[in-house]
């Protein structure tokens, strides 16, 4: 990981705080609020990037008078007494991180809540006299639709109402050795005792010209594989390469053959190209393959939530075993794990005694 404003002359003067940030979800699964949600999330000029007035009309003219109904029963089958999995479990692990450390921590929101948003998060830390804050968000891998939109919404805010916070960002962490060994025992941990056939690393898509508008240099991605061995600048913005690597780096840890394991992308939207092969895709083909029993990860999320829980683990189970499969294991995400909390603790307290995010 890279150094960011490490050096400050107020260093021993200041007084720091953590700000984690995922990324949201509707109040309840009332199609009402699951619209709001969505409203929210996909006039993100970040998640959908065309012009503004062709954006509001493909979402409010017809996206959100089709997909919250279809939204609010996907979030029906997986919502908890508590509430949303991916809040519930988010504040899990800022409590366990915040026990662990000596400084306040705050939990925010990228879409969909007003009381657990980014300025709330801001606003606590800088009600308990915070001056220093590490932004985190929660995101293993760089993409404009999800770690860049959290970075820029939260510059925002600090820049319009709180111009006295220093705002560090702690970067993409998808091939830190910490964060890849704790990826290679959750995986250990819960396939023990299931004999598969494949293993299926299925990420979150994007449109492929997300690849293009993140590269630095304008010319590298070609979005065919070659230019991921290629060493680049553009590799530090680049999503598919950079989940690739978490694939590799993976791989390599539990010393995976070739051919027993694969990358995946799921969640694509409207009909332009995004990255492929496609899960959905993927799991209808693997029984014609030969592949009957299949282990699936979702490695670009730290948290389970409607992707995963719904998505892959009941429709992707679905899908696959109505092709021809007899075995389907979903992978959770390392959510509140105690091994991820202490790593994150580690990466904290790094920046915390030298101010570098490390």
């Known amino acids: 990981m890279f150094a960011v404003n490490c050096l400050k002359s107020h260093i021993n003067l ?12 509707p109040k309840s699964t009332s199609t009402k609020d699951v619209r709001r949600y969505l409203d929210e999330f996909l006039m993100d000029e970040r998640v959908i990037d065309i ?20 939204s609010a029963e996907a979030y029906k089958k ?126 979150h898509g994007i449109p492929e010209r997300h690849i293009l508008k993140s590269d630095p240099t304008k010319n590298h991605c070609k979005i065919d594989g070659t230019c991921c061995d290629i060493q680049s600048i553009a590799h530090e913005t680049c999503y598919r390469h950079q989940c690739f690597e978490t694939t590799e780096e993976i791989v390599k840890l539990l010393e995976l053959k070739e051919g027993t394991y694969s990358n995946s992308f799921q969640s694509r939207l409207l009909k332009d190209p995004w990255l492929k092969p496609y899960t959905d895709f993927e799991l209808k083909k693997f029984p014609k393959k030969g592949i ?31 092709a021809g499969g007899t075995q ?13 909390v202490d790593v994150m603790c580690k990466w904290v307290k790094n920046w915390e005694n030298v101010g570098i995010v490390n």
């Open 78 to 203: 997986i919502w908890q007494k508590e509430g949303s999995p991916l809040v519930v479990i988010s504040e899990k692990f800022k409590r366990k991180l915040e026990a662990k450390l000596e400084i306040q921590v705050a939990l925010g929101m990228r879409y969909g809540s007003i009381n657990m948003s980014i300025r709330k998060g801001m606003q606590d830390l800088f009600d308990q006299g915070v001056d220093d804050v590490l932004l985190i968000p929660l995101y293993p891998h760089y993409a404009m639709s999800s770690f860049e939109t959290v970075v820029e919404k939260a510059k925002d805010i600090k820049l319009k109402y709180f111009p006295g916070i220093n705002l560090d960002v702690m970067p993409t962490f998808y091939n830190q050795k910490d964060y890849i060994k704790i990826m290679a025992n959750n995986l250990i941990d819960h396939l023990e005792g299931f004999d598969y056939d494949h293993l299926l690393f299925s990420y």
């Open 292 to 322: 009957k029993k299949l282990a699936v990860i979702a490695p670009s999320f730290v948290t389970d939530c409607l992707e995963t829980l719904e998505e892959l683990r009941i429709r992707g189970k679905e899908d696959f075993l109505n």
């Open 14 to 25: 200041s007084k720091k705080g953590v700000l984690l940030v995922n990324l949201g979800s």
């Open 51 to 70: 012009p503004y007035w062709k954006r509001f009309l493909l979402i409010k003219g017809i996206i959100l008078n089709i997909r919250p109904k279809k």
């Open 328 to 340: 389907f294991k979903y992978i959770p995400c390392i959510n509140d794990n105690d091994d991820w």
